[in-house]
């Protein structure tokens, strides 16, 4: 689904820059019930604008509801939240004209060809967007395969194809609603540089998706939610800085890691590349002063060290840290 646009010209598509201020969505207790459950609880959430903004959480986690929201397609049951700058339902039209969004699958008309399916669309918006169905299928790599009927397409294929409406809208934020589902490796690194383009652009790309590897390397930004809540956001830096590892090389790892997991600076110590990978614990002292007692440790255990080097924490990480600690809460 995307919004209406006004008149453009085709090379606005690769030039155009946002002008507004302020956050490009901004939800403050945001709140959605249906019947006696409640899909949404006090959503608090600020979006930049010009940059990949990841929505992560788990299968009901209440990705899909907020993007329904955001877009006028529900009603919220309390909370306000705005796009753009405007006020949504009550500005949904003025907020969703500059807006382009796929919700779930994209749907298409199966027994038309791809580039039919966009000409319908782009009659229905009128403006410029009929001559920007060229450069939407080349951006999206489906050019050859345009005067294919949609039945014949994969999901990936269909995926790209719902990017490319997106994008006859000339967008300045796109909502995309699991985007990466059923795309190969190569399309999902087609994915990942299509949406690090539109940013450079100057355009906002709100990305929901469970594929926490794919969020960490396509988003500059991310939220994570669970059970209705979001839970912790923040730029990638910040959501994985918390999680704090260390790899040590040494000639025999199996007794490195029985002597360093019994240390109280430590959470875990595992055999893993011809060394131990070490979680640090978080207990007021710093990392410079875990590592100094681990290789001390070692040394005075006679154990051999050719390596010490920091371990890229990841989003994924993060993200179970966070989820199991609720669900120790319970």
């Known amino acids: 689904m995307t919004a209406a646009t006004r008149p453009r010209t085709v090379a606005a598509m690769t030039t155009s820059k946002t002008d507004g201020e302020g956050p490009a ?8 019930e ?7 609880d006090g959503v608090d959430l600020e979006v ?6 990841g929505f992560l ?20 049951t309390a909370g306000s939240m705005s796009v753009l700058g405007h006020a949504v339902p009550e500005e949904r039209a003025e907020a969703l004209v500059r807006v382009g969004a796929i919700v779930e699958e994209p749907r298409f008309y199966p027994y038309l060809t791809g580039r039919e399916n966009l000409e319908i669309n782009a009659a229905a918006r009128g403006g410029a967007a009929a001559m920007r169905i060229p450069e939407s299928l080349e951006r999206v790599g489906l050019s050859a395969r345009a005067s294919e009927r949609v039945a014949s397409y994969s999901l990936g294929m269909r995926q790209r194809l719902g990017i490319a409406r997106c994008l006859l809208a000339d967008p300045e934020l796109l909502f995309l609603d699991e985007p990466m589902n059923g795309l190969d490796p190569a399309g999902m690194l087609e994915v ?4 690090r383009h539109l940013v450079r ?3 906002t790309v709100f990305l929901s998706s469970h594929l926490l590897d794919e969020v960490q390397r396509t988003c500059d930004f991310a939220a994570i939610v669970d ?25 025999d790892p199996g007794r490195a890691a029985a002597l360093i997991a019994r240390l109280n600076t430590v959470d875990a110590a595992a055999v893993a590349d011809g060394g131990v990978v070490v979680s640090l614990a978080s207990n007021g002292t ?16 006679d154990l051999s060290i050719d390596r010490v080097a920091p371990v890229a924490a990841s989003l994924e990480e993060r993200f179970l840290s966070i989820t199991q600690r609720l669900e120790d809460e319970q």
């Open 25 to 32: 969505v901004k939800t403050v207790g945001l709140t959605k």
């Open 34 to 40: 249906f019947g006696q459950r409640r899909a949404l």
């Open 48 to 53: 930049p604008r010009g940059v990949a903004f």
């Open 57 to 76: 959480g788990p299968n009901g986690a209440g990705k899909t509801t907020i993007i329904r929201l955001l877009l006028g397609l529900a009603w919220p």
């Open 192 to 195: 990942r540089a299509l949406i």
């Open 201 to 203: 652009e100057g355009r």
């Open 227 to 251: 059970r209705g809540k979001v839970v912790t956001q923040g730029s990638i830096d910040e959501l994985t800085a918390g999680v704090r590892r260390v790899s040590i090389g040494t000639d």
């Open 286 to 301: 710093t990392e410079r002063e875990q590592v100094t007692e681990i290789v001390r440790r070692m040394l005075d255990a």
